[in-house]
């Protein structure tokens, strides 16, 4: 098994391989790009739908038959910011999305096997640059490049996660040479890999861990969540949205997840890597259904190195040093949850509820997440060895 076989680098993980500030549209696309960078400003106006009713689009046909991958994802990111602005951008979420902008994100959706909103790739895995070309991917040397209203929390809240990403490709390549290496019932390597795979997660879980420099709690509830949510599960839309002009919803509302950091392919890879199974409940049900919401590529890696892998059998059979190695690792995992679950209650659940949608139980993708978030930490930490 190779990175390389799934559009994976151990330098970047997840990461787009190119950087979003050297990738040109055509010019049919001014009017969406100038859109785009003025955001904040529509948003602000109080009437960001009137101006975005405006935006001319161009012959998506044409630019899909001709387009680079990165040109293809690059309008992703700047249209489905623009379909998010729309729908949660005023007061009360409409209950149609227009012709200018629902033809495009659905084509190029369609193009990429994603769903027509802003998916996670589009918030911050292909959403980034660095400022130093010469520099390292780290949290003094990147920047967001398409945003809602811009800032200094709504940036580092993303930033954050580039990070972690940019960290974790080097455990996705530990993790192919440990299913490579147990497959080989080779325990010397094993615990090699194993141990330097919970260094990494101590870098991994020491970005996160960072969050709360940059990113102020109240901020984020009030000011960046409000326009990540989607249109499933959401009173404020409970019959989803209509798609002007998008031939195969024929006018009927269509209902898809919000972008959550639940999409993220690094955990999933992980569960998979060390066969930590969940029991059935609403959020495994709802993070398998999240699966068909993350590039095709990395679904295609997550399910290779589930299907493959044999670590946990492995280990289960091997010297207490190794059993240490492999338990040492998940524990590393259920520590990056338990992080996750105290930013769910710090930067949500404790919050005072405000505005359409943005509901302190559910999460953007839609459910309930406090209890089933402790549930699926405190399985993955007790499936050690």
């Known amino acids: 098994m190779k990175l390389e076989d799934f559009g994976l680098t151990a330098e970047r993980g997840f990461l787009s391989t190119y950087e979003i500030d050297g990738i040109e549209l055509p010019s049919g696309f001014d009017e969406m790009l100038d859109a785009a960078a003025s955001l904040s400003g529509l ?8 101006f975005l009713r405006q935006v001319g689009h161009p012959d998506m046909a044409h630019f899909l038959a001709s387009a680079s991958d990165e040109q293809v994802r690059t309008a992703m990111v700047h249209y489905s910011f623009l379909v998010q602005a729309y729908v949660w951008g005023e007061a009360e979420a409409p ?16 193009h990429l096997g994603l ?42 809240f993303v930033l954050v996660h580039v990070a972690i990403e940019a960290e974790a490709g080097r455990a996705l390549q530990l993790a192919t040479e440990l299913v490579d290496a147990a497959a080989q019932q080779d325990a010397a390597k094993v615990e090699d890999l194993l141990v330097q795979m919970h260094g990494v997660w101590d870098a991994m879980n020491a970005h996160f861990d960072r969050m709360p420099e940059r990113c102020d709690p109240y901020i984020y509830y009030q ?8 249109w499933k599960n959401n009173p404020a839309m ?29 955990v999933p890879t992980m569960d998979g890597l060390f066969q930590v199974v969940h029991e059935s409940d609403p959020l495994r049900e709802f993070l398998d259904e999240l699966h068909a919401y993350r590039p095709p590529r990395h679904r295609r890696f997550i399910e290779a190195v589930r299907d493959a892998s ?56 839609g459910t309930p997440f406090m209890k089933y978030l402790k549930k699926h930490r405190d399985e993955n930490r007790a499936q050690t060895i």
């Open 223 to 230: 000011r960046v969540r409000p326009y990540i949510h989607g």
């Open 95 to 110: 209950t149609t999305l227009p012709a200018n902008l629902a033809i495009p994100i659905c084509a190029i959706g369609d």
């Open 43 to 50: 948003i602000t106006s109080g009437r960001v739908r009137h």
């Open 238 to 266: 409970p019959e989803g949205l209509i798609y002007e002009g998008v031939t195969q919803y024929a006018g009927k509302p269509q209902a898809f997840r919000g972008q959550t950091g639940s999409q993220s392919s690094i």
């Open 310 to 365: 044999t670590l946990r059998d492995f280990a289960k059979t091997q010297n207490q040093s190794l059993k240490d190695a492999f338990n040492a690792c998940v524990e590393q995992v259920a520590r990056f949850r338990t992080r996750h679950l105290e930013y769910a209650a710090s930067y949500i659940n404790k919050q005072a509820p405000s505005g359409a949608g943005n509901d302190t139980d559910v999460g953007t993708g």
């Open 115 to 156: 769903p027509p909103l802003l998916p996670y790739s589009g918030y911050v895995l292909d959403n980034w640059y660095r400022l130093d070309k010469s520099g390292a991917i780290s949290l003094d040397n990147i920047a967001m490049h398409q945003n809602f209203l811009g800032g200094q929390d709504e940036n580092w």
